[in-house]
């Protein structure tokens, strides 16, 4: 191969580049499949390390932690992947649909899809936000952490009749582990009972 011929994988690349693959975008998802050794290749050339769940049908790109870095490159790099700081309304439902997800699974088919409403979300966030005169605000406000997690990729909405709904994707798992889960919500308890 040229030195600037393109690769097979490079539309695969450019795609986890540019967030989280899921197993519904087949064309991006087969080739990953097919160049999984050479994209970590790539990627790992770069300070980057591929994450494939295939059973769970996602795929990312994480920075390597600066330890590894500084092992393998004799520098630091600069962050190519964003870390972005969630809100506490934000970080609280993502911690509320990683749990529902972990309930969903345990009572059924994992391999199908957890879809809610927005009247669910609405439901299930209501113990934790406070009484508020102004439903409309209310909602507003929930509308926009929910479009900050489609944003995000934890949520997808769906089209057509189903627009109010959603479905809680995969990878909240992997971005939220079951230990993080437990320290995330002993923060969020102690948010709440220092904030009563």
């Known amino acids: 191969m040229k030195a600037n011929e393109p690769t097979l994988y490079a539309p695969v690349t450019i795609k986890l580049l540019q967030g989280i693959l899921y197993q519904d975008d087949t064309i991006h998802w087969d080739m990953l499949l097919h160049h999984q050794s050479a994209v970590r290749e790539y990627v790992g050339k770069i300070g980057l390390a591929l ?8 795929a990312y790109l994480q920075q390597l932690d600066e330890e590894t870095v500084q092992e ?12 972005v700081k969630l809100s506490y309304d934000v970080t609280l439902l993502s911690v509320l649909f990683r749990e529902r997800l972990q309930q969903f699974d345990a009572s059924g088919d994992p ?37 900050q997690l ?3 990729g934890f949520l997808k909405q769906l089209s057509g009749k189903q627009s109010h709904q959603y479905e809680v994707r995969r990878i909240i798992k ?23």
Do not use: C, W
């Open 51 to 58: 994450y494939l769940d295939e059973g769970e049908g996602y």
């Open 111 to 147: 391999s199908s899809r957890l879809v809610m409403a927005r009247d669910d979300i609405r439901e299930m966030t209501h113990p934790f936000f406070p009484e508020q005169t102004n439903e409309v605000r209310l909602l507003r406000n929930l509308d926009s952490n929910i479009n």
């Open 174 to 196: 992997a971005k939220i582990s079951a230990d993080m889960l437990a320290d995330i919500k002993e923060k969020l308890q102690a948010h709440v009972e220092a904030n009563s």
């Open 150 to 152: 489609v944003k995000l």
């Open 72 to 83: 393998n490159f004799g520098q630091s790099l600069p962050r190519l992947i964003r870390r």
